[in-house]
């Protein structure tokens, strides 16, 4: 089992939603050929929950070293922190603008 630990900072994905970014809509994948691919050390996953997980970067990077490209460049996590701050800052921003407050919000 490959276990990849970039895949808490990425976008998790389950098993099924890995199976249409690997095929297509109509012919996606069969589930046992992703385990395989997580199995065989090709394709990087986790656990959380007693649930198998990979992450569409992972998927990714999979494809592209597949087909002989360079690993697609990744956000350093101090420009994604940064990146994030300032989109909620911006949302605060638009929300205030909008007469509402954070606070009145509901996550």
Do not use: W
């Amino acid at each position: 089992m490959f276990h990849d630990e970039r895949i808490f900072d990425e976008t998790r994905i389950s098993i099924e939603q890995a199976r249409y970014l690997l095929g297509t809509s109509d012919t996606p994948c069969h589930p046992f050929t992703v385990r395989r691919m997580i199995k065989r050390g090709e394709l990087g996953a986790l656990y959380f929950a007693s649930k198998l997980f990979t992450s569409v970067e992972a998927v990714r990077r999979y494809v592209a070293k597949r087909n002989g490209l360079a690993e697609p460049a990744q956000e350093p996590p101090a420009d994604r922190a940064r990146r994030q701050q300032e989109e909620s800052a911006r949302t605060d921003r638009e929300l205030r603008a909008s007469g509402i407050r954070r606070s009145e919000v509901k996550a």
